[in-house]
Structures are given as C-alpha cells and as structure tokens.
C-alpha cells in the first residue's frame, strides 16, 4: 500500500511539472502570436493610409477641369466650333 502512494505521488508530481511545462510554452506562443498581431495591425495601418492616399490621388486626376486642361495643352483637343459640327440622324424608324 505505502509502494502504491509512493508511484501516485511521482505519478502526481510529474503531472504538475509536464502541466508547468506546457504552461509556459503556451504562455511563449501567446507572446509570439501577439507580437505578429501587432505587427499585421501596423501593417494594415500603413495600408488604410496608403489606400486613402491613392483615393485623394485619384479624385484629383479624375477631376474634369484638370482633364480638360490636359486634354488641351498635351492632345492640343479643343471644343469643336459650331461650324466643325456635325448633327447626323439616327435614322431611328
């Protein structure tokens, strides 16, 4: 009986030291996974900024005053005068 309490306790004694083990290398995981989380959360920061960046960029280039002037200055285009239009009939039925 006392040979039977003696194993239970070793037994009970390497339980708690695996369970001590696996605690701590959960508890490095957690760290690790922690460390990448706020690295992607920067990361998506930068990406937020860049994205309302290229936004603003492209509202800008989109704007008809800065196409027309282009279309002006870099094609030479111009409105057509009333004499260089033609009205032609669809010829819709």
């Not at 870099?74 to 005068?81: D, R, S, T």
Request: aromatic content about 6%; cysteine-free; hydrophobic content about 50%.
């Amino acid at each position: 009986m006392k040979r039977a309490g003696v194993w239970l306790a070793g037994l009970l004694i390497l339980a708690i030291m695996a369970t001590a083990v696996a605690v701590v290398y959960v508890k490095y995981q957690t760290r690790l996974l922690f460390v990448d989380l706020q690295g992607l959360r920067a990361q998506r920061e930068e990406l937020d900024v860049e994205w309302d960046n290229l936004r603003l960029e492209e509202a800008a280039l989109a704007n008809t005053v800065r196409v027309e002037q282009r279309a002006r200055r870099h094609l030479q285009m111009h409105l057509p005068e009333r004499r260089e239009m033609r009205i032609i009939d669809g010829g819709a039925p």
